[in-house]
């Protein structure tokens, strides 16, 4: 059994952060820094309580972990509210952001024989996050592309996790009009809803769920090794889905064959907006590494141990998610707030085969 605690800080803000400072600037004096004499560092505790354990002769051994971590105090660089003079200074934030949940890690000799051997290895997570006691909220996650303009799409506010959706709700298309219909905040739903003034909090980008397995098999002298890693229960915004690919592009470009229903009758001038439209589960499980190998030992007096290996890299992704990979994250961080899970244009990952020879002389 294991229990454990630890508390670590962070000073990530600039040298003299808490003091005003003032510079030259075509002949004038002009202050750079608003000083906080109240600026402390950020701190976040944790605590952690685990078994780890072993049967049949360390055959199947593991490990059950609960952790919890919570981060107070936080940095941030704030603009100064007017009438006070323009400027920013920086603060530490109300409020905590925990983390918490629990780590499952199996791994188990299947088979082990003079000819063969098989080993399996799993980890599971089941993680929460929130954010408590926040006054207010901070937006961030900058969307783009044509009619995008300054929009926004995540907010860090108490009682929900961080980074959450801040979006529209879709309602569909109506069927008279082509247009798209949203949801009131009063429950009503209506073409003529303005989606900007009609906003929810409407999934966390953050994953709820982690996932790992790892097997290698080996017969003789040949070795194959799997590697797999996943993610679950997180939303994701498709931005290339709603300004590059949509409906509204049809006299120009090439269009997403998701978006173009024709029993709906959408109309071509029917135009995006940011909204749970383009939400969608970021789910997947994805074959990150395939290595087969075969160890030709020595050959003659100068080769010695001559192992000869083939791999592959990403090499297959199972997702419903209708981008190119659901691990992306396009920066769209506001006044220094990082955003989580927005795909913008990004260049889908390669896939790489790599040829490999190990020896020693």
Same mark, same amino acid.
Request: proline share 4%; aromatic share 12%; glycine share 10%.
């Given at each position: 059994?294991?229990?454990?605690?630890?508390?670590?800080?962070?000073?990530?803000?600039?040298?003299?952060?808490?003091?005003?400072?003032?510079?030259?600037?075509?002949?004038?004096?002009?202050?750079?820094?608003?000083?906080?004499?109240?600026?402390?560092?950020?701190?976040?505790?944790?605590?952690?309580? %685990?078994?780890?354990?072993?049967?049949?002769?360390?055959?199947?051994?593991?490990?059950?972990?609960?952790?919890?971590?919570? #981060?107070?105090?936080?940095?941030?660089?704030?603009?100064?509210?007017?009438? &006070?003079?323009?400027?920013?200074?920086?603060?530490?934030?109300?409020?905590?952001?925990?983390?918490?949940? !629990?780590?499952?890690?199996?791994?188990?000799?299947?088979?082990?024989?003079?000819?063969?051997?098989?080993?399996?290895?799993?980890?599971?997570?089941?993680?929460?996050?929130?954010?408590?006691?926040?006054?207010?909220?901070?937006?961030?996650?900058?969307?783009?592309?044509?009619?995008?303009?300054? !929009?926004? %799409?995540?907010?860090?506010?108490?009682?929900?996790?961080?980074? !959450?959706?801040?979006?529209?709700?879709?309602?569909?298309?109506?069927?008279?009009?082509?247009?798209?219909?949203?949801?009131?905040?009063?429950?009503?739903?209506?073409?003529?809803?303005?989606?900007?003034?009609?906003?929810?909090?409407?999934?966390?980008?953050?994953?709820?769920?982690?996932?790992?397995?790892?097997?290698?098999?080996?017969?003789?002298?040949?070795?194959?090794?799997?590697?797999?890693?996943?993610?679950?229960?997180?939303?994701?915004?498709?931005? #290339?889905?709603? #300004?590059?690919?949509?409906?509204?592009?049809?006299?120009?470009?090439?269009?997403?064959? #998701?978006?173009?229903?024709?029993?709906?009758?959408?109309?071509?001038?029917?135009?995006? &907006?940011?909204?749970?439209?383009?939400?969608?589960?970021?789910?997947?499980?994805?074959?990150?590494?395939?290595?087969?190998?075969?160890?030709?030992?020595?050959?003659?007096?100068?080769?010695?141990?001559?192992?000869?290996?083939?791999?592959?890299?990403?090499?297959?992704?199972?997702?419903?998610?209708?981008?190119?990979?659901?691990?992306?994250?396009?920066?769209?961080?506001?006044?220094?707030?990082?955003?989580?899970?927005?795909?913008?244009?990004?260049?889908?990952?390669?896939?790489?085969?790599?040829?490999?020879?190990?020896?020693?002389?």
């Amino acid at each position: 059994m294991r229990l454990g605690w630890g508390k670590t800080g962070n000073q990530e803000f600039p040298s003299g952060a808490s003091r005003n400072r003032y510079v030259f600037e075509a002949q004038a004096i002009r202050q750079a820094n608003f000083g906080n004499p109240d600026l402390r560092w950020e701190s976040s505790a944790t605590i952690n309580a %685990g078994i780890d354990f072993a049967f049949f002769q360390n055959r199947l051994s593991g490990s059950v972990d609960y952790f919890r971590k919570m #981060t107070t105090d936080a940095l941030f660089e704030q603009t100064l509210a007017q009438p &006070a003079p323009a400027g920013r200074i920086w603060v530490n934030l109300d409020g905590e952001i925990i983390n918490e949940g !629990v780590e499952l890690a199996l791994t188990g000799n299947i088979v082990g024989n003079e000819n063969w051997n098989w080993n399996l290895s799993a980890n599971a997570t089941y993680l929460e996050n929130r954010v408590s006691g926040l006054l207010g909220y901070y937006e961030t996650a900058a969307l783009r592309g044509q009619g995008f303009s300054g !929009v926004l %799409g995540q907010r860090m506010v108490s009682g929900q996790p961080l980074n !959450v959706w801040y979006l529209a709700q879709f309602e569909g298309i109506d069927p008279t009009t082509g247009m798209s219909m949203y949801r009131g905040l009063d429950g009503t739903v209506s073409t003529s809803i303005d989606p900007a003034l009609n906003k929810f909090y409407v999934g966390s980008p953050n994953p709820k769920y982690l996932l790992g397995i790892s097997t290698d098999v080996t017969y003789k002298r040949f070795t194959a090794t799997i590697n797999t890693h996943g993610a679950f229960g997180h939303y994701l915004f498709n931005n #290339t889905m709603a #300004t590059v690919l949509g409906v509204n592009n049809m006299s120009n470009r090439n269009i997403a064959k #998701t978006v173009f229903d024709r029993e709906a009758g959408e109309s071509t001038s029917n135009s995006a &907006a940011p909204s749970t439209r383009y939400l969608e589960k970021g789910d997947f499980l994805k074959l990150s590494n395939l290595t087969l190998s075969y160890n030709v030992g020595n050959i003659g007096r100068g080769i010695r141990n001559l192992n000869v290996s083939l791999t592959g890299q990403n090499l297959l992704v199972f997702k419903g998610y209708n981008g190119f990979d659901p691990e992306v994250n396009t920066d769209g961080s506001t006044d220094d707030i990082p955003s989580l899970g927005i795909e913008y244009l990004p260049y889908p990952p390669a896939r790489t085969f790599l040829l490999g020879l190990n020896f020693s002389l």
